[in-house]
């Protein structure tokens, strides 16, 4: 079946980085592009951007552009998040979504999503 | 900040039918995009419960249902139980952000 496994919680310091993997098995990993969505505690769900896998194009929320890199790699079909200059206020749960890419590729539902990964930031 | 409105919570007994808001604009809703919608339960992922504003994906139950209007879009859930508490979100796209997803501000249903 579809599924999309997560690197492990981290705990960073400010103004460092952190870099999440997405490892998706159980379709064509070029065939739909992945999106990152955080949530912090207390807050609600927030779309971070969107890569195509298929030629590494990236589409960025406007707070995230220039501090947040989307990368993949096709060998083994798993994407990637990283996160610079770290923030108290970027401790959040990351989670990497699958674009359905039925009626519309990266602008799509998210059908399939990683169980989330814990960013701590604290000094 | 989200341009999606929703009610921050709605309750409701078992039984009773709960309907959630999600009010947009022009530019995202009004634009022509497709609305879904997500059920998340404390500590796990988001699930997608309804896509292309109407459908549901395979083992949804039929209770939920969606519905796109204008610049607006609802989710119902008809015949409400016990596991159905938990954070509705709605989600779309934003033309005049290049495409960019947003979410709804979410409501948190509570069964009585």
């Known amino acids: 079946q579809v599924q999309l496994v997560q690197s492990g919680a981290e705990v960073k310091k400010p103004g460092a980085s952190v870099k999440v993997s997405c490892k998706t098995s159980?379709?064509?990993?070029?065939?739909?592009?992945v999106h990152w969505v955080r949530q912090a505690p207390g807050q609600g769900l927030e779309w971070m951007g969107w890569i195509n896998p298929n030629n590494g194009y990236t589409n960025f929320a406007q707070k995230f552009q220039g501090w947040v890199t989307l990368t993949r790699d096709t060998s083994i079909s798993t994407a990637y998040m990283e996160l610079s200059s770290l923030k108290s206020d970027d401790t959040a749960v990351y989670y990497c979504?699958?674009?359905?890419?039925?009626?519309?590729?990266?602008?799509?539902?998210?059908?399939?999503w990683g169980q989330g990964t814990m960013v701590s930031v604290s000094s | 900040q989200s341009v999606l409105t929703q009610p921050p919570s709605l309750s409701g007994a078992p039984g009773q039918r709960v309907t959630i808001s999600c009010t947009g604009s022009?530019?995202?809703?009004?634009?022509?995009?497709?609305v879904y919608w997500y059920q998340h339960l404390p500590g796990t992922a988001p699930k997608l419960i309804i896509y292309g504003n109407s459908n549901r994906p395979l083992g949804v139950p039929e209770r939920f249902s969606g519905s796109k209007s204008g610049t607006s879009a609802s989710l119902a859930i008809t015949g409400l139980q016990a596991e159905d508490e938990a954070d509705y979100y709605c989600q779309s796209y934003e033309s005049s952000l290049s495409g960019s997803g947003v979410f709804g501000t979410g409501t948190k249903v509570t069964v009585l």
């Open positions: 159980g379709y064509t990993f070029t065939d739909h592009y």
């Open positions: 022009t530019s995202n809703i009004g634009a022509g995009y497709d």
């Open positions: 979504a699958r674009d359905l890419g039925y009626s519309c590729y990266g602008c799509d539902a998210l059908d399939v």
